[in-house]
Each structure stands twice: as structure tokens, then as C-alpha cells.
């Protein structure tokens, strides 16, 4: 969801869980280490030597390289690798303390995690054709490390377009090789199309971007109150220009996530003030909407936080039900939509229930199913209701009842298309979700 919070509770909340996540972050004085997840596929290996060979002896960094790889065979990644760059490469076969400087690469046949200072493998739980390591990987990186770094270079389909979002979602950097330069683009546009990329250059150049944001050290206060007297007024005026160019005022936005979210354009930008920073600002139209893309981080998936989904779909969703007429409706607003996914998943929901709920002819309620955000790149792409990655995002591990299905491939896109099909005796229909009965607003409609 990305509606900016304005509850005082929340922003406490926020403030005291930043202390915290700040003294972790900060042993002994020095700053964290930063850990940069490198997802490559086909036509990958010619990517990563560029890579590799771009960055200096002592980046200061731990790298970690996960890959598609064949699991009846050995692996020589590490080997070829070791002939292009200074730092050590080490494949994982046991757990092992992440370092600085060095490189550390997945093995075969195996899926590879972070926890906190360690990387430790794990067996595949899915069949192989529908491994995503690299997904697995990015996610456990986001939930240990707050601004780490996820890459991703050459590769056909589309892993680690979902876990580059969790990267995003806790302050992390996303960068991509151009897809003019990968040799297999379907990655790299997967990633690009999430809308969060924060840059996209070749691959020789993605290294020098990411060294120079390492080097530029700039760091603000998450506390407001460490502020010096005049920054908080700089502030104001950054968030002032956002709100000119964009029309969103953020001045109520907490606190602790805008100076994050400021601080990591000034080190994407090498600006080691505030006032430089608002100066760029005030001189490059496109900066403020890259801030305020950065200060929502509409990220967002099919069934996320599926235990509350499941509370939803037992205890709330029948209730709406109950006691309905067919001349009735049933309407259900989500609000800080995104990109469409959890209002597409409740309809999802819905149409189960009223699958469950008996044939067409005894006469069903009506459903309107709105949906809101403040983003509109995000609602335009919500309205497509079109999604990379597999269609089979509906049965969430168990048969769906009734002969249901609501995703559909696009062979030109290569997306999965959010349908509803329902096939009874006499025919089978077809249509698309959004075109019956649901909206997507970007107010709240009407008589909801």
C-alpha cells in the first residue's frame, strides 16, 4: 500500500523501530556492511566478468552471485570469476560468515539465504522449472539488511522481479543492466517494469554507480530531532518542491522514512548536503518525482501476507454474504492500491466465495470492487491488470473450486493477464475482472 500514514501512533511506532534498526546498524561507530545481491541467468556469465573486472580490489562490499544453474553439474562460476576480479570467490557449501570484499557464489542445486552475517544454502522445495533463487535470495537479503543492494543482469524469464521489490521496500538500491546490452533481456525488463529501478546503465558502468554511492557517505539522522537548526527547514523546502511538481504533500509523511528516503538520492546523486541536494532539485524537474516514486515504494504481490489472507477469506469475506439479495451489492474498497495486486487478489477471493455460494440462476448480489492510490503510474498499470511471472497465482497450494482460472498468458508480452473464466454446461465466458464491476479510482467513489 502506499497512502503516506498520518497517524501519530504510527509514526512513534516508526521512530522507535529506526532506533533500533540504527544501533544494530552501527556497531562500534562503523557503518554496516553493505552485502550486494548480483541475479544473473542466461548470457549472464559474460555480464558478471564486466562486472566484476569494473570494480576496484577493495569495494568495500560483500557480493553475493546467484544464478540459474544446471544441477547435475559442477559448477566453474567461481573459478572464471576469480580470473576477473582481485577479491576471493568462494562458492557456498556450508554456512559462513559474510566478509567485505569478497564474492560468494551459489552452488547447484541448492537455494542460497542471508541471515544477518551468514549465507547458508538450503534443498529446493520446488520441482526444477519453477526454482526462483534468486527471488529467495533478494527477500532474505531485505529481511536482514535494511539498505542493501540487488543487480541484476542477463537472463531469460522472470526471477527476482518480485524479490527486488522487498529489496526496494526496506531502503535498499536497485540497479539493472540496460537491456540493449544484455545478451537475454527478459530479466532485466522484468526488473525495469516493477517500476523501481533506481538505475540502468551497462554493466561496467552499474559498477562504478555502485562504488560511488558506497564512497559517498553522506548520512542523515533517522531522528528528526538530531537534525542541525536550519536542515529541518531544508527539508521542508525538498518537500516543498515534491509537492509543487507532483501536487502530494508529504509534510505530515514520517519522518524517519523521509530522511531515508532523501538521504539515498543524495548518495545516488553524490550530494553530501541537504542544500546541495535542494538545489538539484529546484534544477531537475524528473528528481522530484523520482523522490516522491521512492517515498511511496508501492510494493505489493499476489496473497501477500497470506495468514491475513486466509483470516480475511474465513472470517470476513462470507459475512459480506450473508442475507444478500440479487438486487443487492456488495462493494469493497482497497485503498493504497499500487500497482492492482491486493485489489486483484480480493476479487480473486470474492469470486470463490461466490463460486461456493451455488449455480448463477438462484440469483447472486452484485459486486463493485473499488480501489485507490495517491501514484498514478501505479493505477495505470493496475487498470492493465497485467503481471510478469506465471499465471498460477490462484489456488495458494490447493485445488480451486469449481473449474476457475484467473490468469491468462499473453504470448506477446510474456505477462500474466488477471481473467476470470467460468465454464458451466452450456458454453464457456471469458471476460476480464476490471471490466466487470471493478474500479479503480484514485479518490474515494462515491456512495462506497
Same mark, same amino acid.
Given at each position: 500500500?502506499?497512502?503516506?500514514?498520518?497517524?501519530?501512533?504510527?509514526?512513534?511506532?516508526?521512530?522507535?523501530?529506526?532506533?533500533?534498526?540504527?544501533?544494530?546498524?552501527?556497531?562500534?561507530?562503523?557503518?554496516?556492511?553493505?552485502?550486494?545481491?548480483?541475479?544473473?541467468?542466461?548470457?549472464?556469465?559474460?555480464?558478471?566478468?564486466?562486472?566484476?573486472?569494473?570494480?576496484?580490489?577493495?569495494?568495500?562490499?560483500?557480493?553475493?552471485?546467484?544464478?540459474?544453474? *544446471?544441477?547435475?553439474?559442477?559448477?566453474?562460476?567461481?573459478?572464471?570469476?576469480?580470473?576477473?576480479?582481485?577479491?576471493?570467490?568462494?562458492?557456498?557449501?556450508?554456512?559462513?560468515?559474510?566478509?567485505?570484499?569478497?564474492?560468494?557464489?551459489?552452488?547447484?542445486?541448492?537455494?542460497?539465504?542471508?541471515?544477518?552475517?551468514?549465507?547458508?544454502?538450503? %534443498?529446493?522445495?520446488?520441482?526444477?522449472?519453477?526454482?526462483?533463487?534468486?527471488?529467495?535470495?533478494?527477500?532474505?537479503?531485505?529481511?536482514?539488511?535494511?539498505?542493501?543492494?540487488?543487480?541484476?543482469?542477463?537472463?531469460?524469464?522472470?526471477?527476482?522481479?518480485?524479490?527486488?521489490?522487498?529489496?526496494? %521496500?526496506?531502503?535498499?538500491?536497485?540497479?539493472?543492466?540496460?537491456?540493449?546490452?544484455?545478451?537475454?533481456?527478459?530479466?532485466?525488463?522484468?526488473?525495469? *517494469?516493477?517500476?523501481?529501478?533506481?538505475?540502468?546503465?551497462?554493466?561496467?558502468?552499474?559498477?562504478?554507480?555502485?562504488?560511488?554511492?558506497?564512497?559517498?557517505?553522506?548520512?542523515?539522522?533517522?531522528?528528526?530531532?538530531?537534525?542541525?537548526?536550519?536542515?529541518?527547514?531544508?527539508? =521542508?523546502?525538498?518537500?516543498?518542491?515534491?509537492?509543487?511538481?507532483?501536487?502530494?504533500?508529504?509534510?505530515? =509523511?514520517?519522518?524517519?522514512?523521509?530522511?531515508?528516503?532523501?538521504?539515498?538520492?543524495?548518495?545516488?546523486?553524490?550530494?553530501?548536503?541537504?542544500?546541495?541536494?535542494?538545489?538539484?532539485?529546484?534544477?531537475?524537474?524528473?528528481?522530484?518525482?523520482?523522490?516522491?516514486? *521512492?517515498?511511496?515504494?508501492?510494493?505489493?504481490?499476489?496473497?501477500? *501476507?497470506?495468514?491475513?489472507?486466509?483470516?480475511?477469506?474465513?472470517?470476513?469475506?462470507?459475512?459480506?454474504?450473508?442475507?444478500?439479495?440479487?438486487?443487492?451489492?456488495?462493494?469493497?474498497?482497497?485503498?493504497?492500491?499500487?500497482?492492482?495486486?491486493?485489489?486483484?487478489?480480493?476479487?480473486?477471493?470474492?469470486?470463490?466465495?461466490?463460486?461456493?455460494?451455488?449455480?448463477?440462476?438462484?440469483?447472486?448480489?452484485?459486486?463493485?470492487?473499488?480501489?485507490?492510490?495517491?501514484?498514478?503510474?501505479?493505477?495505470?498499470?493496475?487498470?492493465?491488470?497485467?503481471?510478469?511471472?506465471?499465471?498460477?497465482?490462484?489456488?495458494?497450494?490447493?485445488?480451486?473450486?469449481?473449474?476457475?482460472?484467473?490468469?491468462?498468458?499473453?504470448?506477446?508480452?510474456?505477462?500474466?493477464?488477471?481473467?476470470?473464466?467460468?465454464?458451466?454446461?452450456?458454453?464457456?465466458?471469458?471476460?476480464?475482472?476490471?471490466?466487470?464491476?471493478?474500479?479503480?479510482?484514485?479518490?474515494?467513489?462515491?456512495?462506497?
Amino acid at each position: 500500500m502506499t497512502e503516506p500514514d498520518r497517524g501519530h501512533e504510527a509514526n512513534d511506532f516508526d521512530h522507535r523501530k529506526d532506533q533500533a534498526i540504527e544501533k544494530l546498524s552501527h556497531k562500534g561507530g562503523q557503518q554496516r556492511l553493505t552485502v550486494v545481491g548480483i541475479g544473473a541467468s542466461a548470457g549472464g556469465l559474460q555480464a558478471l566478468k564486466g562486472f566484476f573486472e569494473a570494480l576496484p580490489a577493495e569495494p568495500g562490499m560483500a557480493f553475493v552471485v546467484v544464478t540459474h544453474m *544446471d544441477p547435475q553439474r559442477e559448477s566453474l562460476l567461481p573459478e572464471i570469476l576469480q580470473a576477473h576480479t582481485a577479491m576471493p570467490v568462494r562458492q557456498v557449501r556450508e554456512m559462513i560468515k559474510v566478509e567485505p570484499d569478497h564474492v560468494y557464489v551459489i552452488p547447484p542445486n541448492r537455494n542460497i539465504e542471508i541471515t544477518d552475517s551468514h549465507l547458508d544454502t538450503s %534443498e529446493f522445495d520446488e520441482p526444477r522449472g519453477r526454482r526462483l533463487p534468486i527471488d529467495t535470495f533478494f527477500r532474505s537479503l531485505a529481511d536482514v539488511h535494511r539498505e542493501a543492494v540487488a543487480v541484476i543482469l542477463s537472463g531469460g524469464g522472470t526471477d527476482g522481479a518480485v524479490g527486488v521489490k522487498a529489496v526496494k %521496500e526496506q531502503g535498499g538500491l536497485l540497479l539493472v543492466q540496460h537491456p540493449d546490452e544484455a545478451e537475454h533481456d527478459s530479466m532485466p525488463r522484468a526488473a525495469i *517494469d516493477t517500476g523501481l529501478a533506481d538505475v540502468v546503465l551497462p554493466v561496467r558502468q552499474l559498477a562504478e554507480k555502485l562504488v560511488a554511492f558506497r564512497r559517498n557517505g553522506v548520512r542523515l539522522p533517522h531522528d528528526p530531532q538530531a537534525l542541525t537548526d536550519k536542515e529541518p527547514e531544508t527539508v =521542508y523546502r525538498i518537500l516543498t518542491q515534491v509537492e509543487v511538481r507532483t501536487g502530494h504533500d508529504f509534510s505530515q =509523511y514520517k519522518h524517519a522514512t523521509i530522511l531515508r528516503r532523501i538521504q539515498r538520492r543524495m548518495q545516488l546523486h553524490g550530494y553530501q548536503t541537504l542544500d546541495a541536494y535542494l538545489d538539484y532539485l529546484r534544477h531537475n524537474g524528473g528528481e522530484a518525482h523520482a523522490l516522491f516514486n *521512492d517515498l511511496l515504494i508501492g510494493v505489493t504481490n499476489f496473497f501477500r *501476507d497470506r495468514e491475513a489472507w486466509e483470516v480475511l477469506g474465513q472470517r470476513v469475506i462470507p459475512r459480506l454474504f450473508e442475507d444478500k439479495q440479487q438486487d443487492e451489492k456488495v462493494r469493497v474498497w482497497t485503498i493504497g492500491c499500487s500497482t492492482g495486486e491486493e485489489a486483484y487478489t480480493l476479487a480473486i477471493m470474492v469470486m470463490e466465495q461466490l463460486a461456493g455460494a451455488g449455480p448463477p440462476h438462484l440469483g447472486r448480489p452484485g459486486i463493485q470492487i473499488f480501489a485507490s492510490d495517491l501514484d498514478d503510474t501505479a493505477l495505470t498499470r493496475a487498470r492493465d491488470g497485467a503481471y510478469r511471472g506465471p499465471p498460477g497465482i490462484t489456488t495458494r497450494g490447493r485445488r480451486p473450486r469449481k473449474k476457475l482460472s484467473y490468469a491468462s498468458t499473453c504470448r506477446r508480452s510474456r505477462r500474466s493477464c488477471i481473467r476470470k473464466c467460468w465454464r458451466n454446461s452450456r458454453r464457456p465466458a471469458c471476460w476480464s475482472m476490471r471490466h466487470t464491476g471493478f474500479y479503480i479510482y484514485r479518490r474515494q467513489p462515491v456512495g462506497t
